[in-house]
């Protein structure tokens, strides 16, 4: 799985959401172990009044997709028209091409963080730091959304903020892919 660092883009863009949640009382943050979210997490943090610990998870990163690694979405689209339809339309029956994972075993290891995470972190602010398709099931996880519906919108963007608060009561989801924090600068 390639493992790209963090852009210029994207270190601004951490600054920005660093910026944005200065003021949330961070109690720790996971992140996934790929170097850009890694690198996202320190910039986040360093905007916090106190620093909190950044643990990493491998099993936060993002879907290995095999001999799809390193192309372009036009590319995929040409050369796997058919697997890529059942990707983002029927992502339950996604086998990848070569080495590389299905999107069910990305939701059964990220929903095992996820439940671990929330029982281990009880009532704290917790911040996960991760990658598109674990955002999309886990919000999927707190939405009720069937797996099927995986890729309906909203598009999780670089940067972009999920806030799910969490009760007794249940869980509501307050903010969904959010960029407003990134207004005002030109995404790519």
Same mark, same amino acid.
């Given at each position: 799985? =390639?493992?790209?660092?963090?852009?210029? @883009?994207?270190?601004?863009?951490?600054?920005?959401?660093?910026? %944005?949640?200065?003021?949330?009382?961070?109690?720790?943050?996971?992140?996934?172990?790929?170097?850009? !979210?890694?690198?996202?997490?320190?910039?986040?943090?360093?905007?916090?009044?106190?620093?909190?610990? @950044?643990?990493?998870?491998?099993?936060?990163?993002?879907?290995?997709?095999?001999?799809?690694?390193?192309?372009? %979405?036009?590319?995929?689209?040409?050369?796997?028209?058919?697997?890529? %339809?059942?990707?983002?339309?029927?992502?339950?029956?996604?086998?990848?091409?070569? /080495?590389?994972?299905? =999107?069910?075993?990305?939701?059964?290891?990220?929903?095992? #963080? =996820?439940?671990? #995470?929330?029982? /281990? /972190?009880?009532?704290?602010?917790?911040?996960?730091?991760?990658?598109?398709? @674990? #955002?999309?099931?886990?919000? !999927?996880?707190?939405?009720?959304?069937?797996?099927?519906?995986?890729?309906?919108?909203?598009?999780?963007?670089?940067?972009?903020?999920?806030?799910?608060?969490?009760?007794?009561?249940?869980?509501?989801?307050?903010?969904? !892919?959010?960029?407003?924090?990134?207004?005002?600068?030109?995404? %790519?």
């Amino acid at each position: 799985m =390639l493992d790209s660092p963090l852009t210029r @883009v994207g270190e601004t863009q951490a600054a920005k959401l660093g910026q %944005h949640l200065s003021d949330v009382n961070l109690d720790i943050i996971y992140s996934s172990s790929s170097r850009r !979210a890694v690198n996202t997490s320190r910039i986040v943090n360093s905007y916090q009044e106190t620093r909190c610990n @950044v643990r990493t998870e491998d099993d936060l990163r993002e879907i290995g997709l095999g001999e799809w690694e390193g192309m372009k %979405h036009l590319e995929v689209s040409r050369l796997y028209p058919s697997l890529q %339809h059942i990707y983002f339309n029927d992502p339950e029956n996604f086998e990848p091409v070569g /080495e590389g994972e299905t =999107l069910l075993q990305v939701k059964n290891r990220a929903i095992n #963080v =996820l439940e671990r #995470v929330l029982l /281990e /972190e009880n009532g704290k602010n917790i911040l996960l730091v991760t990658h598109t398709a @674990v #955002v999309k099931i886990l919000m !999927a996880y707190f939405d009720g959304r069937p797996f099927s519906s995986l890729w309906e919108p909203p598009r999780v963007r670089p940067a972009s903020l999920c806030h799910v608060s969490i009760s007794d009561g249940g869980n509501e989801i307050i903010k969904y !892919a959010d960029t407003a924090h990134l207004r005002g600068y030109h995404m %790519h």
